[in-house]
């Protein structure tokens, strides 16, 4: 070893100078980092026997890109563009071994090195659309140079990361190989010293050609989905498009572009929910050992085999986890194999898994028909019919089938946790899991905490979240938890409210939809069934009534068997083997009927009160639930309503969101509201307290968080 600094250490083999990049876990380039490469470059040019320079990871990555925590502080110097230029002018060919992932920075790095060689298994990709920002460290320019305008425009609006062979196929990367990348890498080193190549600098190589307008649609279409609503993408395009011209130029424009993107809202509210989604997974005095070590589930037994009992199964099937789906009844688990069957069937057509990876995944999950059938596994979640009786009776007897310090959870949407704990004899062990639907999909998972749940116990829930990829919040045991407790006393409500008032589904949907929500609330609904929704609220009804008139609509549907898509009708009319939601007259007379029963005046609503109505009173509950504890943190809210309910990402979550409109404004509408329409629209005391002292939600958690530590 010749000379290392904290994070990059400098080693030399006969000819070649090794850059080897250690700082965990992702290798992100931080200042030191920086720093510590341009060190490196300086100490092998001290040596006349290296003739060549690779740059390679000590850890499973090579590097995830640009440290997120300086885009707040600002980077202090040397930047990552006076690295890449230290590498591009080295007189030293430089080549970087890429393993694991290459990300943003990451790749931008690679790309200023003048030869890339990547393991079979590595990712290349620029995320940072992801975070509303554009590349800013000569992504928009280099990597036009080394696969084309249009190539490179694709990749930069996707943000996904492309494989080493497509990479090679491109032309980003010179060779893929298998096995050992260190020595692979230095093989290739070898070849070049004896070919004589020499440095070869990206930015030397020829502009790209310009991309034509029809380039341009053709790559905004195919992400429009993705896009909508969001504004980075008209700066990628400009951004590539300067890399037609002169490199020193097309730079300056990038430089100015990733100025104007960082700046923007919705970059504050992507990089805000990217960390907020790290956050969450972290809760403050728990076991350090419990959190640090790995779950030891491998075995997971699933009680019923509903819809949601299947999904779950398939979720941890997926994550590689043997599964046993146990119900009592034949024909519920018949139709669960063919949920599972065909579930697998459609992600292979996809082209998302390959088929024998489907046909592994089945063949993890096996059924049983006897609670019994449980008895080994690590972790047990009853899915069974939303029923306090049932699920106290399922949950005791499993209590004396398992081990002691076993998980048992319950997927209870609406039941108290810690009465259905108390019917076993180990309380401590026991929590809610609450998957949303799809729950092979859907990226929430609420943890549930009970007034008995261990720690140890919360503890292991967060790392089954992780197992299982998915956004981790912990709930306190209450009236719909954070996610439907904001859904029903806040959103969901005041989009009944003003359908009694006189706007129709179709106005409330479409206002909500331009807003940013995947669906409006109506479309949602339907889509569920309005009779789920009902039932929900008849057994939260049994913890804390509402006045009326809440849901009054819904449940009449509900009354009629118009329980949405499934029937045909809902608050839609819908023709047979169609989702196109249509207006029904008959569902306006009813609305009328009610409205005219509370001595309601309809009028015209503009679409801007729907908005502003249906998201304050969703800020509002959402404010309830963090001053009564249920939430700890704003930005678990913005989490659970971002990766739960459809909520833009873009706008950071009903929380974030709020903070942008300014406290002092969101507290006089509500006061506003308040006045006019009543009582459910008392302002939450935190909203009032805040905004008095001109603060925001997120200093107010960061001030909780630093007060635990
Ligand atoms: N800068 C600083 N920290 C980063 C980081 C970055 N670019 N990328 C990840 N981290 C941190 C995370 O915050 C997390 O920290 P924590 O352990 O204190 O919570 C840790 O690294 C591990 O990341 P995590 O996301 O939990 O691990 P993972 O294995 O699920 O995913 C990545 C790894 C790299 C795929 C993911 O973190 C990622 O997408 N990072 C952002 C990449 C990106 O957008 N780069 C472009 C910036 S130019």
């Not at 609670?371 to 009776?393: P, T, Y």
């Not at 956004?471 to 969901?492: C, E, H, K, Q, T």
């Not at 509402?546 to 009319?573: C, N, S």
């Not at 509002?620 to 943190?633: P, W």
């Amino acid at each position: 070893m010749t000379a290392s600094s904290k994070f990059v250490a400098f080693d030399e083999t006969g000819a070649v100078g090794l850059i080897r990049l250690d700082k965990p876990p992702v290798n992100a380039l931080s200042r030191d980092v920086r720093t510590g490469i341009l060190d490196a470059i300086a100490e092998a040019s001290k040596h006349t026997q290296i003739k060549i320079l690779l740059i390679y990871s000590a850890g499973s990555m090579f590097s995830a890109g640009a440290d997120l925590k300086e885009f707040d502080t600002g980077f202090g110097e040397p930047s990552l563009q006076d690295v890449q230029a230290a590498l591009e002018r080295s007189r030293l060919p430089v080549v970087a071994a890429i393993n694991g992932l290459a990300l943003g920075g990451g790749l931008e790095l690679a790309m200023a090195c003048h030869y890339r060689v990547a393991h079979k298994n590595a990712k290349l990709g620029l995320p940072e659309i992801t975070l509303g920002i554009i590349p800013g460290a000569g992504a928009t320019q280099r990597l036009p140079r080394l696969i084309g305008a249009r190539a490179a425009l694709e990749m930069i609006l996707s943000g996904a990361p492309i494989s080493a062979s497509e990479a090679k196929s491109k032309g980003l990367v010179d060779e893929v190989v298998e096995g050992d990348l260190r020595a692979s890498a230095l093989n290739f080193c070898e070849r070049l010293l004896q070919n004589r190549l020499g440095p070869r600098p990206t930015s030397n190589l020829a502009a790209a050609s310009s991309l034509t307008k029809a380039d341009i649609a053709e790559a905004l279409r195919a992400h429009a989905r993705t896009l909508k609503g969001r504004t980075t993408q008209a700066f990628v395009v400009d951004a590539i498009k300067a890399s037609a011209l002169p490199f020193a130029e097309g730079i300056a424009v990038e430089a100015e572009l990733a100025q104007k993107s960082l700046a923007s809202r919705e970059s504050q509210a992507l990089r805000h929910i990217f960390l907020a989604e790290r956050e969450s997974g972290k809760v403050a005095g728990l076991p350090a050992r419990a959190q640090e070590q790995e779950a030891e589930i491998k075995r997971v037994a699933i009680i019923g085999a509903g819809t949601m009992g299947s999904a779950i199964a398939i979720a941890f099937a997926d994550a590689g986890r043997t599964v046993t789906l146990i119900d009592n009844s034949q024909t519920a688990l018949a139709r669960s194999r063919e949920v599972i069957a065909s579930t697998y069937a459609s992600s292979v057509k996809r082209g998302r898994i390959l088929q024998e990876i489907a046909h592994e995944r089945i063949a993890r999950i096996a059924a049983g028909m006897q609670l019994a059938d449980a008895a080994d596994a690590d972790l047990v979640i009853e899915a069974v019919f939303e029923d306090l009786d049932l699920k106290k009776q399922v949950l005791s007897a499993l209590d004396s089938i398992l081990p002691s310090d076993h998980l048992l959870a319950s997927n209870t949407s609406t039941l108290s946790v810690t009465e259905l704990a108390r019917a076993t004899a180990h309380p401590g062990r026991v929590l809610g899991l609450h998957f949303f639907a799809p729950a092979n999909v859907t990226r929430l998972l609420e943890i549930v905490r009970g007034n008995d749940t261990s720690g140890e116990t919360l503890a292991t829930a967060l790392q089954v979240a992780k197992l299982l990829k998915k956004n981790p919040v912990v709930s306190r045991d209450a009236f719909g938890f954070i996610g439907n407790r904001m859904m029903l006393d806040g959103y969901f409500r005041e989009a009944e409210q003003l359908l009694l008032e006189g706007a129709s589904p179709m106005q409330v949907d479409a206002a909500l939809e331009r807003f940013g929500f995947a669906m409006g609330p109506q479309r949602v609904s339907d889509l569920g069934g309005n009779d789920v929704g009902t039932k929900t609220r008849i057994q939260l009804y049994k913890r804390e009534s509402r006045p009326d008139p809440y849901f009054v609509i819904a449940d009449r549907l509900t009354e009629l068997g118009w329980l949405g898509q499934k029937t045909g009708r809902g608050f839609y009319r819908y023709e047979s083997g169609s989702r196109d939601a249509m207006p029904d007259p008959e569902v306006t007379a009813l609305i009328e009927t009610l409205a005219a029963q509370r001595n309601m005046v309809r009028r015209d609503i503009k679409d801007d009160e729907i908005v502003e109505r249906c998201i304050l009173s969703l800020i509002n509950v959402g404010a309830m639930v963090l001053e009564q504890g249920i939430a700890s943190r704003a930005s678990d809210i913005d989490v659970v309503w971002t990766s739960g309910y459809g909520f833009p990402r873009h706008l950071g979550g009903p929380m974030f969101y709020a903070d942008t409109l300014g406290l002092g404004h969101v507290a006089e509408r509500i006061r506003y509201y308040h006045e006019k329409l009543g009582h459910y629209w008392r302002p939450a005391e935190l909203i009032e307290r805040l905004a008095a002292a001109n603060s925001t939600f997120e200093r107010s958690t960061l001030a909780d968080d630093s007060a635990k530590r």
